[in-house]
């Protein structure tokens, strides 16, 4: 093992959502979450830099846009990334969607905010008759 050498924590936390219009589906953090020596914030301000994520409507052939809206920080590690992976499910816990890694972004130094607009790629696919479905997201983390 080298001196300074940073592995990887991992976790996972289910959130709630709802549709903001027929369109956009979105779930915010509901309070820090902390995961390893990195935290996501759930409140931090102003308001539209709170994290979260959104879904939109697929087009007639699935494809759709995932975002991740993060603010994050590591009070130890000035290496790390916060990657996401994102699994929408059915009100009666039927999985519909899982996203590829989205990374965040890396923080360079400790104990400072870092801010990302992370998208899930060109690659996500969905059902469109699952969109309207979505209840909930599970969050898959490392960082």
């Known amino acids: 093992m080298l001196p300074g050498t940073s592995y990887a924590s991992t976790g996972r936390t289910t959130t709630g959502g709802s549709f903001v219009n027929s369109d956009i589906w979105e779930s915010y953090l509901p309070s820090n979450w902390r995961v390893g020596d990195c935290t996501m914030l759930a409140n931090y301000t102003p308001a539209d830099n709170r994290s979260f994520m959104r879904i939109v409507r697929p087009d007639s052939t699935g494809h759709t846009n995932v975002y991740v809206f993060e603010a ?31 990374a965040g972004a890396q923080m360079t130094s400790t104990n400072q905010i870092y801010l990302a607009d992370a998208w899930a790629g060109s690659s996500v696919i969905i059902d469109p008759q699952f969109f309207p479905l979505i209840a909930y997201v599970q969050w898959d983390v490392s960082c």
């Open 72 to 102: 994050t920080e590591t009070a130890a590690s000035p290496t790390d990334v916060w990657w996401t992976t994102l699994t929408f499910y059915t009100a009666f816990g039927t999985p519909i969607l899982t996203t590829p890694k989205i």
